[in-house]
Structures are given as C-alpha cells and as structure tokens.
C-alpha cells in the first residue's frame, strides 16, 4: 500500500477507533482509493469519466463477441486489443486517480522521473540525439509539482492522460509501419516509447502505490547498468534502442504475455463479477453465509469465512472483499467475543483466501493458462482442492477461537430440528444438488452433439425458462436486505427463503461453466456469454419481480434495471484500471528478465545460498515471493514472482533430484505472493480491515498472518505430493485425497491454534503435527522403511528398462551443458515404453547412446521423444540410473499415524472443560 495511503487509513483508524471503525462513507472512499479511483467529479467531465469507463466496457464485449466476424466489422488482433487495452487503463488512470502530496510520496515521484531520463541518456550509446528526453522528463516532473486535486481535473492531467493513451494506440496507428522495422526503431519510436514508460510508471504509482512502481524502475536501472553489476548479476548492459524496441514496440515487454491476458479474459471475469455484484449477488451470498451458519458458535466468523469464499469466485481484489463482507461481518465478530484484532485477522485472511479460489484466482488462472501451456480445465481442476482444503480449515480454526473463548452463536429465527430430521434434510439436499448438477452436465453435454447449429438457442431457452420460474420463487420470498450490523441482531434470517430469494443468480455461473466444461469455449469467449446472461438479468428481473408481485410501475423498474446495467458496465472498467496499468507495469519486469537474463542469475543466487538442500531452496524462494509480493496487487504479484521464481525451482530441483509439474511450481510462487497481502509490515488486506474494525493494522496482520499457516503449509505439500493438486488421479483416489488432506489440514490448524478438543500441550502439538505431515505425505516415511528406487550401473541401463514395468519411470541423473555453455547436473524421468527387449525400450523413448568402457554417453536424442522432453540431448553423460522397486502401499503410515491421533484424543479427553464436551 502506498505511503499516503497507510497515513490516511491509519489517521482515519484512530479517529474511529472510538466507534469501533468507520462511516459507510469512509469505507467506500478507501475502496475507491484502492480500487476503482478516489475522484469522481461532478458535471460534464464527471459524466465524461463515466462514459469512457462504458466505452471501455463496451469495447471488450465487443472483441470478445463473436459479433466482428459476423459483421465483418471492427476486428481486432491480439496486438491491437493491447494497444487499446492499455490505452483505456492509461487515460482513466490520470483521470480518477489524483496525485497524493506527502512528502515520501512527492519525492518518489519526482525521483523516477529525474533517473530514469539519465538511464536513458546514459543507455543512448549508438549516437542517437536525445536532447529531446530531458524535455520529457522536466515536463513530467511539472506536472507532478502542479499538483492534482481531487475535485476536478487540471489541465495538465488531461495532458498527460491523452499522452499516455496516444503513446499506448502508436503500436496500433502504426503497426505497419513498426513492422518493417522491428529491431530498428527511428527517433519517433524513441520519443513514444519513452513517454510511455515514463506516464505509465507514474500511473503506476498513483493506481497502485509505490511499490511496483519502484520494483519496474529498478529492473529498468539493471538493464541499463549490466556491466556495473555484481559478478554474479552482471550483464553486457542494453542500449536504449534495444530497450525501446523491446519494452514498448514489441510485444516482449509492456505489450507482452500479461498485458493480453488482461485484455482477453481479464476483463471479461471482472465485468462478470461487477455484473453480478451489482444485481445484488453479494448481498445474497453474505445472507445466505448468516443464515446457515451464524447460530453456531463464533457463527458470524464463519459466515464471513463462507461469504468471503463465494464473493472471492467472483472477485479480483483482496481489499474489495475486505471491505465488501466485512463491513457486516467485523461487527458481529465483535458482537460474540472476538477483539477488533481478530475479528479483522478472520475477514483478512478469509477474503486473501478468495484469490487462490477458482475459477478467477485475481486472474492468474488466466496467466497461468499461457505461462504453464495447459488447458483453463486443468488450470482450475489443480487449483481446486488446496483452495478448498484452506477455506475449510480456515472455518474450523474460527471454531477453535470460538471453543477457546466459549463463544456463543446469534439467535436463530426457528427453532433447530431434532437431529434426525436434520440429517435427513441435509441428506435430501446433498442428492437433490447432485442429481440436479449430472442432469445439467449430461443434459447441456449432450445438447451440442445432437443440434450442433441450435445448441446456443436451446441452451438459452432452458436458462430463460429456469431464470423465470427461480425468480417466480424468489418473488414469494421477502426482498433481501442488508441489515445494519451496528444495530442490534435480535434473529438470523430463516435458511429456507433467504437460500430461494436469489438462486436466479447460480444461473450465469452454470451459462460460464458450460462454456468452460462442456462447451469447451475459450476463457474470453465464456466470459463473454456469462456477461451477456448476466446483462440479461439485470434489465429484466426488475420487471419481471414487479409483476410476479404486483407491486412497482413495470416501467419504472424496467429503467432502473437499465441504471444497473449502465453502473455494474461503469463499475468494472474502473475496477479494471489498476489491474490494467498493473499488468503492463509487470510486462516491464517480464521484459526485462528476458532481456538480461537475470533468472538464471538469480537461480544461483538462490542455489549458493541453499547450499543445494531442495528444502532451503522452497524456503528461500517462499520468502523471496513474500518480499517481492509487497504492495502488489494479486495479478502483478504472480506476473513477478512467477517470471523470476518459478524457473528457479524448476532448475534447482532438476539438478538436486526433484522433478515438479510446472503448474506446481507456479502455484507454489503465486500462494506465497499473495501472502504478502496479510504479511505485516505492508499487508494492504490488513489495512483495509483494521480500518473496519478500528483496530491495530500490524496486529491485525501478525494474527492473520497465523490463521494463514494453513495457506503458507500448502505449497510445501503439494510440491513434494502432486495429488493434492488432482494430478495423474482418477475420481476415486481423488475423493479419498480430499479426505485424508482435509483431516490432514485440521490437525495441522489444531496443532498451530494450539487447542483441539482442549488447549494443547507443547508434545501434543508435536504429536498432532507428525500425524498431520505423515496424512499428507505418507510416503516420506516409507521411502526410509523400503527406498522406491534401486541404483543400477549406468552400463546396465538396457536392463533397467527390461525390468521395469511399462508406465513406470526411470530416474537419471546426467551430467551436461546448460544453455550458456556451463556443466550442469541434473534429474530427468524418462518412460518407460513398449518395446521387447530393453534395447527396445530404450530406443522407443528416444536415446541412442555410446558405452565407453563404462563410461554412457548419449549419442543421439529423437526430436519430441520422450527423452527430449525429460531434458536429455547429445553428448550428455548418465552417470546413475535408478530403477523403480517395489515397495509398499505407503497407506500403511496411516496406520501408526492413527493411533498417535487416539493416543492424543486420549490424553484430551481426560482434560476436557465441561463447557467444551457439550460445544
């Protein structure tokens, strides 16, 4: 968070802190300021703002549609819709977003200025003129020292928002011209280029805060400064004409990967989410979250948990779901026990959790589609079950709070069911769920096949059918309202009507999953049609309601159904602004790493302080990902971690024996980026919920941080067992992984709360943390009771694929060369195929090889074998083979470990208050 923000937050805390948080008001101007822009002003230009934002919207659903090619009218390519993309987020940044004054932030924003323009005059070493950037750099440095109030727009504001949307359209006006010149920029490339950087890095600093401004400039700094470096970072140094060429004409930089990822699908999910937010979805989810779970004990904790978890689906941003749920929930936390603290710790880490949950994940679902190279399925099958398993431990640690303090829940509006009964509806309710999900799934599945040309037109007949008769039963139901959580809570809404009063809204959510699943369309082109289902609703339940209730001028309703649908398409694109500029900001530091190199640079970086051990290779990389990821919103924190990190574990395991799926690996970064959004000092989540609760920011961030453990304890799991991430399971073993981690994730939030059926002793935590490691990686301990692999000569490799089963692996180790001519040794799987005889095998997975008494040199790698993929190419040396043996089911852990957790519910058991046996 930037400076002036902190400041403001922290001075309005403790101006509330007498009334327990702040005014409606105050928190929608933090939004603002965080989110969507702090200035909106009034008359013409205020509706000017407004109608740019809906031009931009309108813009995206347009080249999503499929409505160009129809038409033959408006296309435009990948590169282009950057351009524009970038544009758009560049001219409303300037527009509502104002400069802050305080002296650090001035300071910053005058300093990057002034520097960059010496890198770049510096950079200038092929005898290009460039008097001409000094001039942009003192008038960039003017219009900061003008200042920037926040009810209107000055006119060097308009200056720089229309130069920097021109700056963004020159790689569109002129793509034909740029095209016969790549690698060659002339002095008109030069000047855009570089009032680009200069006005998007301080568009930066204003949407965004400081800190990715900053991170940008100093990889900009490196590129220039190469041979100034340390030895082990040094680098031949880039001149400005290759940085320029390849920062902003080309699409390796600012135009890059991340920035079409934001204009393709990111876009579209936001616009969904604001969509759907706006026909009162949240609203619904939270009611919902209250009226099943806030009888029980620390009940609104929970429900804030369960509310942040579905308003996450449909979220991209930590600080809006904060303060979105946890304007209701932080106080009725308070109402039951919990301290302003915790009950901020509990939303904090709840509405952070939001972002690891698909399908959205604050975009990086859509990243990881094109950095990883595999499906959006498989993107969102991997991420499912960890997010799962952390929001359901993250409910049972409110649980234990709730026990540790004797908490009770709020008052019921019906009395309960006798436990039979409620067992039996529940029963009922989980079957009618399901068979209503397979009818859905088979039934769309099968509609395509069998009316290939009037599959779209059914499928929106059977929706509009459902969407009437669900509003049909929401209309007698009582309208939703958000009660105010300052007055005091006699009774919780009824389950029953409340849970039928917006089911209408599951409806967009089905229209995206078949597009997704089903239908298999593209993430963009789904989104698109959810968002036209979306727009659907919203102008037409108004209406409809009023007439199934015969209440309300049809009309009337009908226009303000339009108004919604006019805010909710406002709405997202200001929302999109940060995530805009954030993207393009990050391609700079994607960009950079390519030009320079530095990943390798920094994988020996990591490696000579690890000393080689794989585990102190994941911790240094964790903590590396935490630190870059301050300040950073979700989608920038996993662009930069993912580019600079996530090769530096793929080739330190490789060569220290550990083999992980990419997907992994990126999962991995992305969970410990986004930590940085609890982690004191700059948790910008935390803020954001000590501004509700009125209590201490960095107190609040220190507890979240320890209800996130569960969060942080993931990655280390999945990257040593990829079955949590569903890889290589069927359905069966996948539910029975869902299982045990689960229980697994419990014990170990019961171990770190310390408390499980009563307040732990210190063996008992260790007791509880042995059998939830052993839970999740049961195989850690039967590898060192029987080792899953046998050494075998390098000279008897023939035999090692003779004896091993097709399907199985053998494991190599090879000494080689690495892309810049350096030994390397490393670990590669290769498959075993086919084949008659070992020889046999051995050639079917692509490796010829020469025996030089003893000595195994790989002769000769098949293109796009097996082989070539596990890393292997000529000239390499195999010196250890390691056949795969035969071992136990490492389910016999669980075992031991089941008699450790009996030994412990013993020993508790005796202890036991009386008022935790009957919670």
């Known amino acids: 968070m930037s400076d002036d923000k902190q400041f403001e937050s922290a001075a309005v805390e403790n101006a509330a802190s007498g009334k327990g948080g702040l005014s409606q008001q105050e928190l929608d101007e933090l939004v603002a300021s965080t989110d969507t822009g702090g200035r909106s002003p009034a008359g013409p230009v205020g509706t000017f703002l407004l109608l740019v934002a809906l031009a931009w919207s309108l813009f995206q659903l347009w080249v999503a549609s499929p409505l160009p090619f129809i038409f033959n009218f408006g296309v435009f390519n990948q590169a282009d819709t950057r351009a524009f993309h970038l544009g758009f987020a560049l001219f409303l940044a300037y527009l509502a977003y104002p400069s802050q004054r305080t002296p650090a932030q001035l300071g910053l924003a005058l ?48 200056a720089l928002a229309i130069l920097g949307a021109g700056a963004a359209l020159y790689v569109f006006v002129y793509s034909d011209e740029i095209a016969t010149r790549v690698g060659a920029p002339i002095t008109q490339d030069y000047v855009v280029a570089v009032l680009g950087l200069l006005v998007l890095l301080e568009a930066t600093r204003r949407a965004l805060g400081p800190a990715l ?186 649980h234990l709070e709730a026990m540790k303090a004797n908490m009770q829940g709020l008052p019921r509006a019906v009395e309960p069911k006798p436990l039979v009964a409620w067992l039996i509806s529940l029963a009922f309710t989980i079957a009618a769920i399901c068979a209503i999900s397979f009818a859905v799934y088979y039934l769309m599945g099968w509609i395509r096949p069998a009316f290939p040309n009037a599959a779209g037109y059914i499928v929106f007949a059977m929706l509009t059918v459902a969407y009437v008769g ?102 997202g694109a200001r929302n ?27 994988a020996d970086v990591v490696e000579v302080l690890s000393g080689g051990n794989i585990l102190a290779i994941l911790v240094l990389t964790a903590i590396l990902s935490l630190i870059l990821g301050m300040g950073l919103p979700t989608t920038a924190n996993y662009i930069v971690v993912s580019a600079l990190l996530a090769p530096v574990i793929v080739t330190l395991g490789q060569q220290n024996g550990l083999i992980v799926p990419l997907i992994a690996v990126h999962l991995f970064v992305f969970y410990f980026g986004i930590m940085a959004d609890v982690t004191p000092p700059v948790g910008l989540a935390s803020f954001a919920a000590a501004a509700v609760s009125g209590g201490d920011p960095i107190r609040t961030g220190v507890v979240a941080f320890f209800y996130s453990l569960r969060t942080a304890a993931l990655p280390f799991l999945f990257i040593f067992n990829t079955e949590l991430l569903l890889i290589e399971v069927n359905w069966a073993q996948g539910i029975f992984v869902f299982v045990v981690s689960t229980v697994a994730m419990l014990l170990f939030a019961a171990a770190t709360q310390g408390w499980f059926l009563a307040r732990n002793r210190i063996y008992e935590t260790v007791m509880l943390l042995l059998v939830a490691f052993t839970l999740f990686r049961p195989g850690f301990w039967m590898d060192m009771v029987a080792p899953p692999f046998e050494d075998v000569p390098p000279a008897e ?114 202890r036991r208050t009386p008022e935790a046996a009957t919670a």
């Not at 200038?124 to 942009?136: F, N």
């Not at 900001?585 to 390798?600: D, F, L, M, P, R």
């Open 111 to 158: 300093a990057v200025p002034a520097l960059l323009t010496v890198f770049f005059m510096v950079g200038a070493k092929d005898g290009t003129a460039v008097w001409w950037i000094p001039l942009i750099g003192l008038g960039l440095i003017a219009a900061i020292l003008l200042g920037s109030p926040k009810d209107r727009i000055p006119p060097w504001e308009w």
């Open 797 to 910: 490799i023939e035999q090692a694929f003779a004896d091993a089963q097709v399907g199985q692996d053998i494991r190599m180790t090879v000494n080689g060369m690495n892309a810049v001519g350096d030994p390397v040794t490393f670990t590669a799987l290769v498959p075993v195929l086919e084949g008659e005889t070992g020889a046999d095998r051995v050639l079917a997975a692509g490796i010829e090889y020469l025996n030089n008494d003893g000595t195994i040199i790989i002769d000769n790698v098949t293109f796009d074998s097996p082989a070539q993929q596990a890393g292997l190419d000529w000239d390499q040396e195999i010196v250890e083979v390691k056949s795969p043996a035969p071992q136990p089911s490492k389910y016999l852990m669980f075992i031991p470990a089941a008699l450790l957790l009996a030994l412990v519910v013993f020993l508790q058991r005796r």
């Open 470 to 571: 669900l509003l049909y039963v929401a209309s007698k139901q009582p309208p939703l309202k958000l009660e105010d959580p300052n007055e005091p809570v006699t009774q919780l809404p009824k389950p029953g009507p409340t849970v039928k009063a917006g089911l209408h809204y599951i409806l967009p959510v089905v229209v995206l999953v078949w597009a997704l699943m089903v239908d298999r369309k593209s993430p963009g082109l789904s989104a698109f049609w959810a968002a036209s289902f979306m727009i659907f609703i919203l102008v037409t339940q108004r209406p409809i309601m009023a007439m199934m209730r015969s209440a309300g001028d049809i009309a009337t309703e009908f226009r303000a159904g339009f108004v919604d649908l006019l805010e909710g398409l406002v709405a």
């Open 213 to 398: 401004m900053i991170v940008a400039t100093v990889f900009l700094a490196y590129t220039f400064l190469g041979p100034y470096m340390p030895g082990i970072i040094a680098h031949k140094g880039n001149s400005l004409s290759e940085v320029v060429n390849h920062q902003w004409i080309t699409t390796e930089g600012v135009f890059g990967i991340a920035l079409g990822v934001s204009a393709s699908f990111v876009f579209l999910f936001v616009l969904f989410g604001s969509l759907l937010d706006k026909a009162g979805a949240g609203n619904y989810f939270i009611q919902v979250a209250f009226s099943l779970m806030g009888h029980m004990r620390g009940g609104p904790a929970k429900a804030a948990v369960v509310s942040s978890a579905m308003t996450g689906l449909i979220s991209g941003s930590s600080i809006a779901n904060v303060v979105t749920t946890g304007t209701f929930t932080i106080p009725l936390m308070k109402k039951v026990g919990f301290s302003s603290e915790k009950a901020g710790a509990v939303e904090v880490a709840s509405s952070v959790n939001g972002q690891i949950m698909p399908p959205v994940m604050g975009a990086a679902a859509f990243l990881m589609v094109e950095y990883v190279g595999i499906p959006y399925f498989d993107v969102v099958k991997h991420a499912f079950l960890p997010a799962v398993i952390s929001y359901i431990a993250l409910v049972y640690i409110v």
């Open 576 to 602: 999109m602004i940060g995530i805009g500029i954030a993207t393009a900001t990050a391609g700079i530091i994607v960009g950079a790493v390519s030009q320079t190199g530095v990943g390798s640079a920094l």
